[in-house]
């Protein structure tokens, strides 16, 4: 059976950003623009995860630019650039299980483990949103679901007034991939809050598994690119 690539990322972005919302002091590792306002609260509040919050965008960005980097690198060289980013982002969510399964919780978001969780997760995170940037120009966002949300509506409201005219189907076939990546990603917001009620660290075991099979999930978006 073959999935579509983008509602799986979206699945697995939503589900990365809640469990490690709800494990490690509200940090958010999809989309990170969110930690300016938790990093705000958790000074004003001083509760846990401010260093977190406030490395993991820096960590973010430089890992988005080390991806294009490389990226162009593969490139030059005729290598598969999105099945090695692919592949690395299944490690570094790896990593993050390996740590957080032993650990088991994080009182403290900024211990040395959860910073390691967090900013591994935001790594892998990062190279995500590189992918989507690089290779799926075309397809909506996977881990932000603001502009989503909003050209859903928009198009709605011109089904509705009867102003779709002529792009009706055009329209028509947007608004059902784009509301593949939200149902998508809420699922997986879902399921990550739910597996971490009741296995806590544990949950952080899904993703990497779910990365390591999606090439054989969407084989031919993967290996085109």
């Known amino acids: 059976m073959k999935i579509p690539l983008s509602p799986t990322l979206s699945f697995n972005a939503g589900y990365v ?18 930690n300016f306002v938790t990093f705000g609260a958790a000074v004003a509040q001083g509760s846990s995860g401010a260093l977190a919050k406030l490395l993991v965008l820096p960590v973010f960005c430089a890992v988005i630019i080390v991806t294009r980097i490389a990226a162009h690198g593969l490139q030059r060289d005729g290598k598969p650039v999105m099945k090695i980013m692919m592949g690395v982002k299944f490690l570094l969510l790896a990593i993050a299980a390996a740590i957080a399964v032993p650990a088991e919780s994080f009182a403290d978001a900024d211990s040395a483990a959860g910073l390691a969780v967090g900013l591994t997760l935001a790594s892998a995170m990062a190279i995500q949103n590189a992918i989507h940037r690089i290779h799926m120009i075309t397809e909506p966002p ?33 608004l059902k991939r784009l509301s593949a990546n939200v ?13 971490w009620k009741e296995y806590g660290n544990w949950c952080f075991v899904l993703p990497p598994i ?16």
């Not at 950003?17 to 969110?34: I, P």
């Not at 859903?152 to 007034?161: K, N």
């Not at 990365?211 to 690119?225: D, R, V």
């Open 17 to 34: 950003d809640t469990a490690g919302f709800l494990a490690l002091s509200g940090l958010f590792t999809a989309h990170v623009t969110g």
């Open 142 to 174: 996977t881990t932000l679901m603001t502009g989503t949300t909003t050209q859903i509506m928009i198009d709605v409201a011109d089904l509705i007034s009867g102003n779709a005219g002529e792009n009706r189907p055009a329209l028509l076939a947007r």
């Open 183 to 195: 149902i998508s990603f809420a699922v997986g917001c879902a399921l990550g809050a739910t597996a």
């Open 210 to 225: 779910l990365a390591l099979i999606t090439p054989f999930l969407s084989p031919a978006e993967i290996h085109k690119a």
